[in-house]
């Protein structure tokens, strides 16, 4: 058939959609098929160059605040406005402003963040590091890693070969009232001495001594029930087991077993070692008015 024929068999259009059809190009490419370079493709091409340039990390302050539960995206924006709102320590009123889930934001001085909340307690098991740091061998991190999406970390440590409770969480509220040392949530941990703790050492760290010039208080220290002088039951209000191992230092004994058996009112009934949990709504509660 020759182009002229071809040509008489289109479908005939008129006015403005035919002229606009007739002014397209089309090239020929080597396998016979056509691509068009009418204008009416060009804002689907643009869309596919957007999509694939869109920064997945990034998330519009608005929508930030928001997701943290402050307050509605309209009234986010009028927050912003005002200058109630920084990132990464500066003020920002900029509309549309996008910032990344690991910049520091803070509505009127404090800081928040977008996450749902979350709590994780685990039975730590020995040979695991409490740590979120990447190349220390096996890490807590490894064992919760499928409990949450949101980016929770470890309250305080437990050293690699000390076992028992450890809870992780992403609200900052809950990991301050951890650390302050004087309103802190206290820990029960069931320790092993490689001899029999003295009476009169018992006596010194019940009532509280100095190391270097600094006080070392404990809520309670006891011998365990049925057991020999040397398994010792310690609870204090500190987020580390450095601590632990400082008190009975200073009175020349090795410890051979730190193992933590409650965190405020939490304790591992129901949880093995080496299990987490989500902790219910009671929990959570309770915990936020220790």
């Not at 098991?125 to 929770?152: C, H, Q």
């Not at 010039?213 to 580390?240: M, P, R």
């Amino acid at each position: 058939m020759s182009r002229h024929q071809g040509s008489n068999r289109k479908r005939k259009v008129s006015g403005r959609q035919g002229a606009g059809q007739r002014r397209s190009l089309e090239r020929t490419s080597a396998n016979g098929k056509h691509d068009s370079l009418s204008r009416g493709n060009a804002p689907f091409k643009s869309k596919t160059v957007k999509k694939q340039n869109a920064n997945l990390d990034e998330i519009r302050l608005n929508k930030y605040i928001a997701n943290s539960g402050i307050c509605s995206r309209r009234e986010a924006d009028e927050n912003i406005a005002i200058g109630l709102v920084t990132v990464n320590g500066k003020i920002v009123t900029e509309m549309g402003y996008k910032v990344k889930l690991n910049d520091e934001v803070k509505f009127d001085g404090r800081r928040i963040n977008p996450e749902p909340k979350a709590y994780v307690l685990l039975n730590k098991p020995k040979g695991f590091a409490t740590t979120t740091s990447e190349g220390k061998g096996r890490t807590v991190m490894d064992l919760v890693a499928n409990a949450t999406k949101a980016k929770i970390k470890p309250i305080g440590r437990l050293g690699r070969n000390s076992t028992g409770l450890l809870l992780f969480t992403n609200d900052d509220t809950v990991v301050k009232k951890f650390t302050n040392s004087k309103t802190g949530v206290p820990r029960l941990f069931h320790i092993e001495l490689d001899k029999n703790l003295k009476y009169e050492d018992f006596k010194k760290i019940q009532e509280g001594f100095k190391i270097e010039g600094k006080l070392i208080a404990v809520e309670e220290i006891s011998y365990i029930e049925g057991a020999s002088k040397n398994e010792i039951g310690l609870k204090i209000k500190n987020t580390g087991n450095t601590i632990v191992r400082t008190i009975f230092d200073a009175f020349n004994y090795d410890i051979i077993k730190i193992d933590c058996v409650a965190i405020g009112h939490l304790t591992k009934k129901d949880l093995p070692r080496g299990n987490w949990k989500l902790l219910s709504n009671q929990e959570i509660n309770t915990l936020k008015m220790l």
